[in-house]
Nanobody, 117 residues
Framework: VQLQASGGGLVQTGSSLRLSCAASGFNLDYYVIGWFRQAPGKERQFLGS????????YYTDSVKGRITISRDNAKNMVYLQLNNLKSEDTAIYYC???????????WGEGTLVTVSS
């Protein structure tokens, strides 16, 4: 059972990025997927989540308006789109899987996003 976030890299201020979260060894259909990030020297921050069928999303206020989380269950993938990137978006981004009880049981290796002007 594994999750893997990908799509990070060095991006410019004001640009957009799309990260992917791939699952192996289990079916993402039955899980709420959340996106998190951890900036250097800071605690992990919850960004948002998407429900099993993708009909409901929740975004934290700090990124609301810039973030979109989507999923393609046929491909066993979840995506994070973040627009108008700022230097403070520099972090390692992770996805996690929850059975809907607020606890994230599965995590994968993150992907580093560095926003530079």
């Amino acid at each position: 059972v594994q999750l893997q976030a990908s799509g990070g890299g060095l991006v410019q201020t004001g640009s957009s990025l799309r990260l992917s979260c791939a699952a192996s060894g289990f079916n993402l259909d039955y899980y709420v997927i959340g996106w998190f990030r951890q900036a250097p020297g800071k605690e992990r921050q919850f960004l948002g989540s998407i429900s099993w069928l993708g009909t409901n999303t929740y975004y934290t206020d700090s990124v609301k308006g810039r973030i979109t989380i989507s999923r393609d269950n046929a491909k066993n993938m979840v995506y994070l789109q973040l627009n108008n990137l700022k230097s403070e978006d520099t972090a390692i981004y992770y996805c996690g899987a929850s059975q809907g009880n607020g606890r994230y049981d599965y995590w994968g290796e993150g992907t580093l996003v560095t926003v530079s002007s």
